[in-house]
């Protein structure tokens, strides 16, 4: 079977993806979610806190709670925002912290979901990535906006942007941690997508022993985690072979979404009716992590 019938084929059978889309979610509450894969080296911790205020403040909320992991085996006390950026001023953000997680004043992590209106986190162990999520539904141009400057600022590799069922908790998502609220009938997380994010954990942080030493994929190798409603994505995502032509054609080609040059980057929109098609493209070509298993060792195609 061809990719296109094989595309076909999941898209009759599975017309959503609960962590990309928001529809699946029987009408509930989503959130939407800015994600930001392979941070530049030299990004700073100032960097990270200004992005953060700023869309803290765009919220109408203020950052209140800071869960920090420092760089080192060191036991510290909870930071304010103010103290973290005083003893870290001008200091690469790899060179302080493992983890960083930031919620507004009153966050609850009672419940199965954790669900603060306004989260934004950023890991810079394997694999850096930053990410903001938004208990909102936002004007799609607005959107748009937001990603550009996360991606200026924090000089990421690949860049995305999608809506996400509340119920499903976006900060598992972001963590690779499967969230299921038990007992709910509110779309659709089963062992596939459980899969997946074991996948993009096995490529990303665990990666495969290559003679002596070991290698791990990420987006600078011209991959993505997956396919997203919109993304920002590098010539060298665009020029990875998929069948016979690049990956920009074979978009171009089968009428996935529109892919614009934007800064130096590319602006690739997905419709929603052509996720399950486009994710198939991903997977079909080994260019998303989540759909590729860490035992394939076909050499990428760029």
């Known amino acids: 079977m061809d990719g296109k019938a094989t595309a076909g084929a999941r898209a009759t059978s599975e017309t959503e993806y609960s962590h990309l889309v928001g529809t699946s979610s029987g009408g509930h509450d989503v959130a939407t979610c800015l ?10 911790v100032g960097d990270l806190l200004d992005l953060a205020e700023h869309w803290f403040a765009q919220s109408g909320f203020r950052p209140r709670v ?27 953000a790899i060179e302080v912290i493992q983890t960083l997680q930031i919620f507004p004043k009153g966050r609850t992590t009672i ?16 694999p850096t990535a930053a990410f903001l999520s938004i208990n909102a539904a936002l004007d799609p ?9 996360g991606d200026a600022a924090l000089g990421a590799h690949a860049s995305y942007a999608f809506s996400f069922p509340a119920r499903f908790s976006p900060l ?26 074991a996948h993009w954990r096995d490529n990303t942080s665990i990666g495969i022993q ?23 994505l590098s010539a060298a995502h665009i020029e990875r072979t998929a069948g ?27 419709p929603r ?12 070509n080994e260019i998303s992590l989540s759909g590729r298993r860490l035992e394939c060792s076909r050499k990428s195609k760029h």
């Open 35 to 44: 994600y930001f894969d392979q941070l530049r080296a030299d990004v700073t």
């Open 66 to 92: 800071l869960l920090v992991r420092h760089a080192g085996s060191s036991r510290r006390p909870r930071p304010s925002m103010r103290t973290l950026r005083e003893a870290a001023s001008g200091r690469k």
């Open 111 to 126: 419940d199965d979901t954790w669900r603060p209106a306004v989260y934004f986190a950023v890991s810079m162990s394997r």
């Open 141 to 149: 141009g607005a959107v748009l906006a937001a990603l550009q400057q």
């Open 172 to 197: 598992g998502y972001f963590w690779g941690i499967s969230v299921q609220p038990a007992g709910r009938g509110v779309g659709v997380w089963g062992k596939r997508e459980s899969g997946r994010l």
């Open 210 to 232: 290559d003679g002596h030493g070991r290698h791990w994929y990420s987006t600078s190798g011209g991959y993505v985690r997956d396919a997203y409603p919109l993304m920002l």
């Open 244 to 270: 016979t032509v690049s990956l920009r054609k074979a978009i171009e080609q089968g009428t996935l979404g529109s892919i614009v040059p934007a800064g130096g980057k590319f602006v690739w929109s997905i």
């Open 273 to 284: 009716e052509k996720l399950v098609e486009a994710q198939a493209l991903l997977d079909d």
